[in-house]
């Protein structure tokens, strides 16, 4: 039998939500960090239009996509990548970059994909500690190591939720070798540009690469749209192990009218902050410990693994996913997306009652 390269063999698969509920459940998952609503309906109908076109393949540029990108966030055009989801843009990131000579480097409880893209690469992954679930630069930079090539950094956090200032990634930007490449993941970024700190400029220096997404604040996960900023020289060699026409004409049109509509888009933050704020209150206030979150979910920390294993029983014997974050490295939190009102309070409202009846 046909054996694999060696590096792969040893992988396990990247983790996906656990979504199985009892019989006669209905699924409520709030496990993935989609949306609370769906995306605007100028989207939905531009992508409708899109679609008798389907006979041909889609724009391999992104012409459109990265015109309407660069004139809402006042960026070059010709810098912009388009991939199916940030995550292809993440993959395609460690093939180039990262090898068996050339490590990675992430926050200890970095999004998970970071350590999956570097096993694929057949990568050493490095981790630094972090201070209260954020970002440390000083622990990143002290973690360097001669053959460390690459740097990825998710802010806001995924699944931390927390964020660092853009202070602080200019010092680890300035505190590393000029060979080391950084890569900010701005996944979402949307939740958190009411601060005003956009990290775009950062990419000038020529080794800071930043990362987005249309599947969190614009709703167009199922789409899979995400795209970066990236310093000429890499995004030519990202170029070479990109797949072509990597994006379907329907997702970058539903792309270009989500971005025409930078209302509905607000309005949708809005109201994930709104909800977001109402559910850390309703937490805290039946005595759970939350981490401030920047983003579209909420980390609940329930101090020992044995408790997130009973609460999530609970929560998935009436049909409700959350996410443990074990995977991350943080064994005693569960994730809670921000999801629906009516949603969110079926699950707070679980929560609480094994509040008062654990024995933890």
């Given at each position: 039998?046909?054996?694999?390269?060696?590096?792969?063999?040893?992988?396990?698969?990247?983790?996906?939500?656990?979504?199985?509920?009892?019989?006669?459940?209905?699924?409520?998952?709030?496990?993935?960090?989609?949306?609370?609503?769906?995306?605007?309906?100028?989207?939905?109908?531009?992508?409708?239009?899109?679609?008798?076109?389907?006979?041909?393949?889609?724009?391999?540029?992104?012409?459109?996509?990265?015109?309407?990108?660069?004139?809402?966030?006042?960026?070059?055009?010709?810098?912009?990548?388009?991939?199916?989801?940030?995550?292809?843009?993440?993959?395609?990131?460690?093939?180039?970059?990262?090898s068996p000579a050339r490590a990675v480097l992430a926050p200890a409880h970095a999004y998970p994909?970071?350590?999956?893209?570097?096993?694929?690469?057949?990568?050493?992954?490095?981790?630094?500690?972090?201070?209260?679930?954020?970002?440390?630069?000083?622990?990143?930079?002290?973690?360097?190591?001669?053959?460390?090539?690459?740097?990825?950094?998710?802010?806001?956090?995924?699944?931390?939720?927390?964020?660092?200032?853009?202070?602080?990634?200019?010092?680890?930007?300035?505190?590393?070798?000029?060979?080391?490449?950084?890569?900010?993941?701005?996944?979402?970024?949307?939740?958190?540009?009411?601060?005003?700190?956009?990290?775009?400029?950062?990419?000038?220096?020529?080794?800071?690469?930043?990362?987005?997404?249309?599947?969190?604040?614009?709703?167009?996960?199922?789409?899979?749209?995400?795209?970066?900023?990236?310093?000429?020289?890499?995004?030519?060699?990202?170029?070479?192990?990109?797949?072509?026409?990597?994006?379907?004409?329907?997702?970058?049109?539903?792309?270009?009218?989500?971005?025409?509509?930078?209302?509905?888009?607000?309005?949708?933050?809005?109201?994930?902050?709104?909800?977001?704020?109402?559910?850390?209150?309703?937490?805290?206030?039946?005595?759970?410990?939350?981490?401030?979150?920047?983003?579209?979910?909420?980390?609940?920390?329930?101090?020992?693994?044995?408790?997130?294993?009973?609460?999530?029983?609970?929560?998935?014997?009436?049909?409700?996913?959350?996410?443990?974050?074990?995977?991350?490295?943080?064994?005693?939190?569960?994730?809670?997306?921000?999801?629906?009102?009516?949603?969110?309070?079926?699950?707070?409202?679980?929560?609480?009652?094994?509040?008062?009846?654990?024995?933890?």
């Amino acid at each position: 039998m046909t054996q694999p390269r060696s590096h792969i063999a040893s992988m396990a698969a990247y983790a996906l939500a656990r979504t199985e509920v009892p019989d006669g459940k209905p699924l409520v998952s709030l496990s993935q960090n989609e949306s609370l609503r769906g995306p605007s309906p100028k989207a939905v109908d531009a992508a409708s239009k899109a679609a008798s076109a389907a006979a041909l393949y889609p724009d391999p540029d992104w012409s459109g996509l990265r015109q309407a990108l660069a004139a809402h966030h006042r960026i070059d055009a010709g810098a912009i990548l388009c991939g199916n989801g940030s995550l292809d843009l993440i993959g395609c990131l460690a093939r180039v970059y990262a090898s068996p000579a050339r490590a990675v480097l992430a926050p200890a409880h970095a999004y998970p994909f970071f350590k999956t893209a570097s096993q694929m690469a057949d990568a050493r992954f490095d981790t630094a500690p972090e201070r209260d679930a954020r970002v440390d630069v000083n622990a990143l930079l002290s973690a360097v190591r001669p053959d460390t090539g690459l740097v990825f950094v998710a802010n806001p956090g995924n699944p931390t939720g927390t964020r660092i200032p853009k202070a602080d990634l200019i010092a680890l930007r300035e505190g590393l070798r000029g060979d080391i490449l950084l890569v900010i993941d701005e996944a979402y970024g949307e939740f958190a540009d009411h601060l005003h700190e956009r990290c775009f400029d950062m990419v000038a220096d020529g080794n800071t690469v930043i990362l987005r997404t249309f599947s969190k604040a614009y709703g167009l996960a199922g789409f899979r749209v995400g795209w970066g900023y990236f310093p000429a020289a890499i995004a030519a060699e990202l170029r070479k192990v990109m797949n072509p026409n990597n994006l379907s004409g329907a997702a970058q049109a539903a792309a270009i009218a989500a971005i025409a509509d930078q209302a509905y888009m607000a309005e949708t933050c809005r109201l994930t902050a709104k909800h977001r704020d109402r559910a850390v209150d309703l937490l805290q206030g039946a005595g759970f410990k939350t981490l401030p979150s920047f983003t579209n979910f909420i980390l609940i920390d329930l101090h020992t693994s044995k408790a997130v294993q009973s609460v999530d029983a609970a929560l998935r014997a009436e049909g409700i996913v959350l996410r443990p974050q074990g995977g991350a490295g943080l064994p005693q939190m569960l994730r809670m997306t921000v999801g629906p009102e009516k949603a969110m309070r079926a699950a707070i409202d679980i929560l609480t009652a094994w509040k008062k009846e654990a024995q933890f």
